[in-house]
């Protein structure tokens, strides 16, 4: 349903290097005269956002022209890593972030760390995505769009259960609580819901749990793994009793994240660790939404912050249009315009009172931007694919009650993937 859902999936990076390039964005070249084409691509996930942008770019820019392409959101990867080996490679890609590590341990991206930091609003771009643009203490890549994780809930079912609509749970405890009176309704109602059989989803909306306790899955060096730590223990136990108590679908056992997201759109289910954009659509479906953050143990927030990066790539003949044209897609009206689309902007100072108004629900999840985290490694897609060790740690902790044979199990296959 979002990007998010990408990380089911891993595909392979190809094999060609090249070389690193020192050059920088304002010493890229150009046409001295006429107009710079620069190629931009995007995965189709966001195509309807960078249409719109483009169009509006080219429409106002003389002296640059953006031509998009669009390509599958499960062969970004690869496209862009064969089109690197043939010299075919674009000038500026919207990257999903978590890929982005693949490519600048590759040197083949653009180290953009002067511009970006010159940038009057870099201390409000999403920390998360700029630690996934980083690499040996050089930047190469900005937040371009967000995907935050947050917990949608059903004010109304709330309601009937006796709970404040506008006092979502803080805590774990709160969250069980609630959860457990909410099912108490009966007639197919749940108090929470989880993909029990989706990598990707537990690591979307399961890692942020482990950090708002924490934890931490990897060390931000990504040497090694770091699993049998207090708080991925905490959020394992937490998710084992949302089970055991039966306050979660049976189905969510087997649940792949096929139709994640279906039964809360469908007003059946009280909380569900998602992001704004279920709760968007929920909402067209009449269900009255609540967005609030994922809380640890006792308090605090976190978020997995997904999304893209825009990278500029290290060949690239045309690196000084190309960020001239990453600078402004960051720019409040672009910005804007990835809000209008149901999709999060990447500025939290983009967070005022009209917008609000407008985007009352992208604008509740934004307010975790600050809080964002990301694994920083090269590998993370082999370590979190279907049938990796980090699916059989969730479901071996919660429905079979092993967790610390899970997590150890988990912790030596990640070091034996990870060299560490």
């Not at 934890?215 to 049998?228: K, S, V």
């Amino acid at each position: 349903m979002r990007r998010s859902l990408t990380l089911l999936g891993t595909v392979a990076l190809a094999a060609a290097t090249l070389a690193a390039c020192s050059s920088s964005p304002s010493s890229g070249s150009s046409a001295s005269s006429g107009t710079t084409t620069i190629q931009f691509w995007v995965r189709s996930d966001i195509e309807a956002i960078a249409k719109q942008l483009v169009t509006e770019f080219n429409a106002t820019h003389s002296d640059i022209k953006v031509r998009l392409t669009v390509t599958p959101d499960t062969y970004e990867v690869e496209k862009l890593g064969t089109a690197i080996a043939s010299g075919n490679a674009p000038d500026v890609v919207a990257l999903n972030d978590i890929d982005v590590p693949q490519f600048a341990t590759e040197d083949q991206l653009l180290d953009i760390s002067s511009q970006a930091h010159a940038l009057s609003f870099y201390k409000d771009l999403s920390p998360g995505q700029l630690s996934l643009g980083t690499y040996q203490g050089k930047l190469y890549g900005v937040p371009f769009d967000a995907d935050l994780s947050i917990i949608d809930y059903n004010k109304a079912l709330f309601q009937q259960a006796g709970l404040n609509p506008n006092d979502p749970p803080t805590t774990w405890p709160e969250i069980i609580s609630d959860a457990q009176k909410i099912t108490a309704l009966g007639n197919g109602i749940y108090g929470f819901d989880f993909q029990g059989d989706c990598s990707g989803c537990f690591t979307f909306t399961g890692m942020p749990f482990i950090w708002a306790a924490g934890g931490q899955i990897m060390p931000p060096n990504g040497n090694h793994a770091t699993l049998t730590s207090p708080g991925v223990t905490a959020a394992l136990n937490f998710y084992k009793t949302l089970w055991d108590d039966k306050v979660t679908p049976p189905s969510d056992q087997g649940a792949t994240g096929a139709t994640w997201g279906a039964a809360f759109q469908a007003g059946k289910i009280g909380m569900e660790p998602f992001d704004a954009g279920l709760g968007l659509a929920a909402q067209k479906a009449g269900v009255d939404v609540g967005i609030t953050p994922i809380p640890g143990p006792s308090g605090g927030e976190s978020t997995f912050a997904g999304g893209d990066d825009m990278v500029i790539l290290a060949n690239s003949p045309h690196a000084a249009a190309a960020w001239t044209f990453t600078q402004w897609a960051l720019g409040v009206g672009p910005q804007t315009v990835i809000a209008s689309n149901g999709f999060s902007p990447v500025r939290s100072d983009i967070v005022t009172r009209t917008f609000k108004a407008k985007y009352p629900l992208i604008a509740a999840s934004l307010a975790t931007l600050p809080y964002g985290n990301d694994p920083v490694s090269a590998k993370l897609e082999s370590l979190t694919a279907p049938s990796s060790p980090w699916i059989d740690m969730w479901e071996t902790a919660i429905f079979s009650g092993n967790v610390t044979g899970a997590e150890q199990t988990a912790e030596q296959a990640f070091n034996s993937t990870l060299g560490g």
